[in-house]
């Protein structure tokens, strides 16, 4: 299945729904706001999959972020060997783990602003993992059972910031900087390995299957869940390849006006206006 959050407009309000997507149609699962409302709920899956509510064409729509409010985002660093190569670092032996908090979140197609603060804003294109089901050390056998799917996300990043300090947070989370979505896939259909690439106007800058991780998605779910429970709905932001205008020479930065593209296979696409800041 593929499960979307839509903005719909009641009155003059916008309102979430939670949907799931068949071809072209947006079906709304009622009672639901949003994905991550969806996920915390017992039965789920069956859920969506009977789900028979209002329908709404997929072109055009207006998506929010897949999981508007998660409860963690928490993100590895340092998990393609490319980029750890490109970046000057070793092959860790542990994952690097960082967070991100829900107000750096936008949908899919929304505008991505530069902040007036920064003028070294990045690029990172990601595979995001969903967690469907709680969990506390949960073994990396039984990690598969614990995620409810997969999504794109982009981990933007304002460089200056990031590297102030030893601690990345303050350059990872700014706010309304993250495209994640458009959709939820769930496990089932899909499994990483697939192609993921970031595009700035059309020109490629980052090209690797995801199935080059260094720590797998099963591994990241019992390492996490190691530290703190994880419950539905939390994301794992499982970290970038080699490609980003950091590492580059000279250094390339996202610039007013650019289209920033990031595709993985099977999941779908995000496309993101850069726009300055009011």
């Given at each position: 299945m593929r499960l979307l959050t839509l903005r719909t407009s009641v009155g003059d309000k916008?309102?979430?729904k939670a949907v799931r997507q068949d071809g072209d149609t947006l079906t709304e699962i009622d009672g639901f706001a949003d994905?991550?409302?969806l996920l915390r709920s017992e039965g789920w899956e069956a859920t969506a999959k009977a789900a028979a509510g209002a329908t709404h064409p997929l072109e055009g729509a207006d998506l929010d972020a897949v999981v508007?409010?998660?409860g963690k985002i928490i993100?590895?660093?340092h998990n393609y060997r490319n980029h750890i190569k490109e970046m000057g670092r070793e092959v860790p032996e542990f994952p690097t783990l960082f967070a991100k908090y829900a107000e750096s979140l936008i949908g899919p197609n929304d505008d991505l602003a530069l902040p007036q603060e920064s003028d070294a804003v990045d690029w990172e294109a990601e595979l995001a993992v969903?967690?469907?089901k709680k969990g506390r050390r949960i073994s990396e056998a039984d990690a598969g059972d614990h995620i409810a799917g997969y999504a794109v996300l982009n981990d933007?990043?304002?460089r200056d910031y990031q590297f102030r300090t030893i601690q990345w947070l303050q350059g990872k989370t700014w706010e309304k900087s993250t495209p994640f979505g458009p959709a939820l896939v769930t496990k089932d259909e899909f499994s990483a390995g697939p192609l993921m690439t970031s595009a700035v106007d059309g020109e490629v800058q980052q090209s690797t299957p995801t199935g080059d991780l260094v720590?797998?998605?099963e591994f990241l779910v019992s390492y996490i869940s190691t530290i703190i429970t994880l419950n539905p709905g939390d994301v794992i932001a499982t970290g970038t390849p080699g490609g980003v205008g950091h590492?580059?020479?000279p250094k390339r930065y996202l610039q007013e006006g650019q289209l920033l593209v990031t595709t993985i296979e099977g999941l779908g696409q995000l496309k993101n206006r850069v726009i300055k800041e009011a």
């Open positions: 916008t309102v979430n994905v991550g409302e508007p409010s998660p993100c590895v660093g969903v967690i469907g933007v990043s304002m720590f797998t998605p590492a580059q020479d």
